[in-house]
């Protein structure tokens, strides 16, 4: 009985694993264009819905997610190093 189901478990983990793993893209605000109404979300709530503003750490949307710093310890691009063309 357990040799049956463990083919279907590991289908089921190997097929929904991607889905939970992938990362959230922050919360937004939502305007509705209907009724005006704001509201702080992960995922657009509907195409009546347009984005305000964001992205934001909190549900409130109070705090604003800051982007990545660049790297600056990385060696620099070969495009910068090649010979400029004359003019």
């Not at 793993?21 to 009546?48: E, M, W």
């Amino acid at each position: 009985m357990t040799s049956k189901l463990l083919p279907f478990a590991l289908a089921l983990l190997f097929a929904g694993g991607p889905v939970l793993a992938q990362p959230s893209g922050g919360f937004h605000l939502y305007r509705s264009t209907i009724s005006g109404k704001q509201v702080c979300s992960q995922n657009p709530i509907s195409p009546d819905w347009v984005k305000q503003a964001g992205p934001y750490q909190d549900p409130a949307c109070k705090v604003e997610q800051k982007p990545a710093p660049a790297r600056t310890d990385l060696p620099a691009s070969p495009l910068d190093l090649a010979p400029k063309p004359q003019r």
